[in-house]
């Protein structure tokens, strides 16, 4: 069984919403925050722990950014200090099924390569 090749515009329509995901998902830290995200509304102190490497400036540009695009919000507590909550919203939510897909293949990819889990 052969294949018609595909129109340059059936390929540019194919990529652009990968391009578009990938606008979003960017950078080494952005799914770790993500991953961290999905186990738990957590302040910024915790995700810092969690996200083992990741400096205070570049962690709270990650968290606007990711506010931005609605993956993420923050809840600003009346108290004193100030107590700041962040949660993964449904949008971000809708990226378990991504994330479960890139667990999956970086396992076997690691397995393949290093020879290890």
């Not at 915790?46 to 990741?54: C, K, L, P, S, T």
Request: charged share 30%.
């Amino acid at each position: 069984m052969t294949q018609k090749p595909a129109s340059k515009s059936e390929c540019t329509a194919a990529m652009l919403p990968v391009k578009d995901a990938l606008e979003v998902l960017h950078g080494r830290w952005t799914l770790p925050i993500i991953i961290a995200l999905r186990f738990g509304k957590k302040r910024f102190r915790e995700i810092a722990r969690e996200v083992e490497g990741i400096t205070d400036k570049v962690l709270s540009k990650e968290l606007k950014e990711l506010e931005l695009n609605q993956l993420v919000t923050r809840k600003v507590y009346d108290s004193f200090p100030p107590t700041v909550e962040y949660e993964i919203t449904p949008h971000g939510e809708s990226l378990g099924a991504v994330l479960e897909s890139l667990r999956t293949w970086g396992t076997a990819h690691r397995k393949k390569i290093m020879g290890r889990k």
